[in-house]
């Protein structure tokens, strides 16, 4: 018996034996956002054993007796020590180690660790990027990077207006240069978001000025995305779709409001129109003092839109290679309804890297956009504002009207027609665009690790073939015949950029040189011409027969235009870091080109920073990295229509005597642009990270001018004015970013961001001129020495006249009073100079559309393999001319908004904003004041965002590849005051601007 207990219990021995060496353990290695980490080693801890995690993160291992603790370890990552126990599946989220990562950061011609910068960069990754359903990737960048300003618009395919750093310009470009990799562009409209890897915004003049003179208002890097070396095979697929939903749409005065509104005028032939509409419609059953009839025609005119994009990528890499192909297709219809008005592109790309010896990589990236664009006719927004509610859309009594029997108010006595579905159904307007992308460089290692040259060649064609047609119609009262415009615009574009990079490391010294040349060759052809009364059958249904050919040609619309513009320039960067404390960095360009009479000019820039934390006597827990920046930089801009012109002279006759004397005379004017406008700016910052680097934060303080800017000179005797390099122009502002993330245990992660950006725009010269008018004379800008650039301009109002005492009282005199007929219910301008007449003399600056404060921020947290995330953004300080409102100037017979409608004053103590019915048509109150200049502040939810990861999942049996579902959630609240679609007005002026609408989409990235 004791013989068998001892032989079973060698068995028993002798099975657990087996059963520890024999265990499997296997996982998956993800990053903190669930991304699968290629590449990840898995060591058993004390042994040499190991394996690395395959392309899709998993790992397996076979464990030994008495080992149990695995060590998982990554470059930029945080190093975890697990013990294994029974389990045999462990799932590992890596964290990325900040404090030993040296992130390298993208900027001109090279890169630079994130420790040695000195200038203002801000970088946005593409995981943010792809958050923002949209065809413009600048747009993603909306509240998430300090000092960049994004206007967003809301027709299909139209790119945002971009501004760093406010307008340093008054009439040459304000846009920043865009940058993709390494080819020049004033926009970035073919771009798929979903194709980009990082977006590099340059905002200070250190790092913009080896851009030279397309840099002056901030520089846009964009790298697009390429496959890993070592990396096996990759398809990923990423789409989205969704709708589109018009937001604050204004309420117009519906018809009982408007006919309240009409017979307090008291005005006999608006009233008569009434009558006339009753005459026409009938009355209302509801109420009989209004006609039958209530058209709400913004309602009529917006649709709800869809909205989708697929992107598909092929990506990997062996030892020596790697590769990136992907194919992309976007969509977006556009709000407006009975007309083509979308966007479709359709986009390939293909970028390759090739070791192709130990000394020599080469690669290339070729990528193709085509597009087609349906413009919507802005005429239908601005007559949804101005029609009256006391007609219909179609009117069967209008039988004259052909194809449609649209109304017409021309029928009831108003002058125009009024219906906004005229230019819907009778415009077609059509943009082809196709661009091609190509470059292709060659990088030379000659010292290994020290010495290398790069030469990369870049050429971009696009074309852009428009048409535009008007068919054939009738309103009933006029015939409108058809015609066809078109254009032909091509854009060649080449950039040869050759440098040389040079490393060196030696004790606690750390040096990159750069030095280098580029050659640029642009040109731009366009053809136009219009053909009218086309002699075929014009509609939607013939497109084959829109064709110029078949009308008379225009020769007063015909043009052949284009130009060409060489340039060359030389550069050099150096950047020295001495151990880790003091850094020191500046560049410089020699630029020159045929555009401007100075040919060549430079522009340097030089930068200093001291790491503060790297110093022996700096000993704070709570800072675990601390450095100040300074820099100053000088930049150009040849944005601008260069202008050589001189004194002209022209022969005249004159009778002396009775004799026919010929003589001649001068012409003094003309303009003389001979140089680039000039920007310097100073920059002076604060990177640190705290609290084990949980807490990041960038501040920056920065001054910027722009001298010999290009403005108009007035020549008072002549009567003329002339362009001349005479102004100044400043902006200034602070910047700061900040962000914390946690991890709270092993399942739950959080992010917190925050960002603001403040913004004081000042002319501070005009060529020895007070100021320059800009602006229509109704409704006038200026430009003031001490002032923003193109300030509203006009009279402060003080209320409304109650009583006919208070205008009496008013401090006005007797004679300016009789003369502008006041009465109750007229505004009360502010007597600036006290003399008791409200002139010229009493106008002064009302605002300005440029914001003083610009903010975002954000939040983000993650359980499990559930994610939520949230973004916000605003603005404020900044005004916007309610254009709208004001074109009553021009014609008194159209509709009103609800709100005015509501608010008129109609006795004493009714209003004290708003002037009466009849007030509203007198050029006394009519005349440019704070009135019409309302505040654009607004307070808006950017992005919602919630994704669930499904990480080993099944479904129907069978294993899932790596999937994320996504909803999104784009603009659903925006709060405001102004009256109007959005606060969103890229000049200040809203005559009628496209509605930004919301964009909720269901989304799906897989990765096989």
């Not at 890499?317 to 966007?343: A, K």
């Not at 091609?436 to 000659?446: A, H, K, M």
């Given at each position: 018996m004791l013989k068998t207990l001892q032989i079973l219990c060698l068995l028993g021995g002798f099975l657990v034996q087996q059963v520890a060496v024999g265990q499997d353990v296997t996982g998956k290695v993800t990053d903190a956002d669930g991304t699968s980490i290629p590449g990840v080693n898995v060591l058993v801890e004390g042994t040499s054993k190991g394996t690395v995690t395959d392309i899709d993160g998993n790992y397996a291992l076979t464990l030994s007796d008495g080992e149990n603790v695995l060590v998982f370890s990554f470059v930029g990552y945080v190093t975890q020590r697990v013990e294994v126990g029974a389990r045999q599946v462990i799932n590992i989220s890596l964290q990325e180690d900040i404090a030993q990562l040296d992130e390298v950061v993208v900027i001109g011609y090279g890169t630079l660790e994130e420790k040695d910068l000195i200038s203002a960069i801000t970088t946005v990754e593409s995981d943010e990027i792809v958050k923002t359903p949209t065809s413009q990737a600048m747009q993603a960048l909306q509240g998430k990077v300090a000092g960049l300003q994004v206007v967003s618009n809301g027709a299909p395919g139209a790119s945002p207006t971009v501004r760093v750093r406010g307008i340093g310009t008054f009439q040459g470009n304000a846009g920043p240069l865009y940058v993709v990799d390494g080819m020049f562009f004033d926009n970035i409209d073919f771009l798929n978001t979903s194709d980009i890897e990082t977006i590099t915004v340059l905002k200070d003049a250190s790092s913009t000025a080896i851009y030279g003179v397309r840099a002056s208002n901030g520089v846009v890097l964009i790298e697009t995305k390429s496959g890993s070396y070592e990396q096996e095979p990759q398809i990923t697929y990423n789409g989205y779709y969704g709708i589109q939903n018009a937001q604050n749409v204004i309420q117009m005065a519906n018809s009982e409001q408007f006919v309240q509104y009409i017979n307090e005028t008291g005005n006999p032939a608006d009233i008569s129109f009434i009558d006339n509409a009753f005459q026409r419609y009938g009355r209302s059953r509801i109420n009989p003092n209004v006609p039958d009839v209530n058209t709400d025609w913004y309602d009529e005119v917006i649709q709800t839109a869809p909205i989708q994009n697929h992107t598909l990528t092929?990506?990997?890499?062996?030892?020596?290679?790697?590769?990136?192909?992907?194919?992309?297709?976007?969509?977006?219809?556009?709000?407006?309804?009975?007309?083509?008005?979308?966007?479709r592109r359709i986009n390939l790309r293909s970028k390759l890297e090739f070791d192709a010896a130990d000394w020599l990589n080469v690669g290339g990236n070729i990528q193709l956009s085509g597009a087609r664009q349906f413009v919507g006719e802005d005429a239908a927004w601005f007559r949804s504002y101005f029609a009256?509610?006391?007609?219909?859309?179609?009117?069967?009594?209008?039988?004259?009207?052909?194809?449609?029997?649209?109304?017409?108010?021309?029928?009831?006595?108003?002058?125009?027609?009024?219906?906004?579905?005229?230019?819907?159904?009778?415009?077609?307007?059509?943009?082809?665009?196709?661009?091609?992308?190509?470059?292709?460089?060659?990088?030379?290692?000659?010292?290994?690790?020290?010495?290398?040259?790069?030469?990369q060649l870049n050429y971009t064609y696009e074309n852009i073939n428009s048409r535009n047609i008007d068919f054939p119609y009738s309103d009933g009262q006029t015939e409108f015949l058809s015609g066809i415009s078109r254009a032909h615009t091509t854009f060649l574009n080449t950039i040869w950029d050759n440098y040389l990079t040079y490393e060196e490391l030696w004790d606690r010294h750390s040096l990159t040189a750069v030095l280098g040349y580029s050659f640029r060759n642009e040109s731009f052809e366009r053809v136009s011409a219009r053909g009218e009364d086309l002699n075929v059958p014009v509609n939607r249904g013939q497109e084959e027969l829109w064709y110029l050919r078949f009308g008379t040609i225009n020769q007063d619309a015909t043009g052949d235009a284009g130009g060409k513009l060489y340039g060359a320039s030389y550069f050099g960067r150096l950047a020295y870091n001495f151990d880790d404390r003091y850094l020191l960095y500046a560049t410089i360009r020699r630029e020159g080109t045929n555009r401007i009479q100075d040919t060549w000019d430079w522009f340097p820039t030089v930068g200093a920073g001291w790491v503060l934390s790297s110093e022996d006597f700096f000993n704070v827990d709570a800072i675990s990295f601390m450095k100040f920046r300074a820099s100053w930089g000088r930049l150009g801009n040849d944005g601008i229509t260069p202008a050589l012109g001189a004194p002209e002279f022209t022969t005249v006759f004159l009778a002396l005597n009775d004799i026919r004397v010929q003589g001649t005379q001068v012409v003094p004017v003309f303009d003389y642009v001979d140089s680039w406008e000039f920007t310097e700016e100073i920059n002076l910052g604060l990177s640190a990270r705290f609290l084990n680097d949980r807490m990041n934060l960038e501040m920056d303080y920065y001054i910027r001018d722009t001298e010999d800017a290009v403005i108009n000179i007035d020549l008072p005797l002549i009567r003329d004015n002339v362009l001349r390099n005479l102004g100044e122009i400043r902006n200034q502002g602070i910047e700061v970013a900040l962000n914390w993330s946690d991890e709270v245990g092993s399942d739950f992660r959080y992010n917190i961001g925050a960002n603001f950006a403040t913004l004081k725009n000042e002319v501070l010269s005009l060529g020895g001129q007070e100021y320059i008018n800009a602006g229509s004379a109704e409704f006038r800008q200026r430009s003031i020495i001490g002032q923003p650039f193109q300030a509203f301009y006009g009279y402060e109002t003080e209320g409304i006249f109650q009583t006919e005492s208070q205008i009496t009282n008013s401090g006005l005199t007797s004679e300016f009073i009789a003369d502008n007929g006041l009465e109750p219910g007229d505004f009360i301008f502010r007597d600036q100079n006290g003399d008791g007449v409200i002139d010229d003399q009493d106008r002064v600056v009302l605002g300005s559309y440029l914001p003083e404060l610009t903010y975002g921020f954000n939040f983000g947290v993650t359980w499990r393999n559930l994610s939520l995330s949230a973004a916000f953004q605003g603005q404020a300080g900044h005004e916007i001319l309610n254009r709208k409102r004001g074109e009553i100037i021009f014609t008194t017979d159209t509709n009103i908004d609800a709100e005015l409608a509501n608010n008129l004053w109609r006795g004493e103590g009714t209003s004290n904003r708003y002037p009466s019915a009849a007030g509203l048509r007198k050029g006394y109150n009519q005349s440019m004041s704070d009135y019409y200049v309302e505040s654009g502040s607004y307070f808006r939810i950017q992005n919602v965002r919630l994704s669930y990861n499904f990480l080993d999942a099944q479904l129907f049996g069978a294993d899932m590849p790596e999937t994320t579902l996504i909803l999104t959630a784009e603009r659903p609240l925006t709060v405001f005051d102004y009256n109007g679609f959005n606060p969103e007005v890229p000049s200040g002026i809203d005559r009628q601007t496209y509605p930004i609408p919301a964009i909720y989409t269901v989304g799906l990235n897989v990765k096989l």
């Open positions: 092929f990506s990997g890499g062996s030892e020596r290679m790697r590769y990136s192909i992907s194919g992309s297709y976007f969509d977006q219809d556009g709000l407006m309804r009975e007309t083509r008005n979308s966007y009256v509610p006391i007609i219909p859309k179609f009117d069967e009594q209008n039988t004259a009207a052909t194809p449609n029997q649209l109304s017409n108010a021309q029928q009831i006595g108003y002058r125009g027609s009024q219906n906004p579905f005229y230019p819907l159904y009778y415009n077609d307007n059509r943009n082809n665009i196709g661009k091609v992308l190509g470059n292709f460089f060659l990088d030379f290692e000659i010292l290994p690790g020290r010495l290398s040259f790069k030469t």
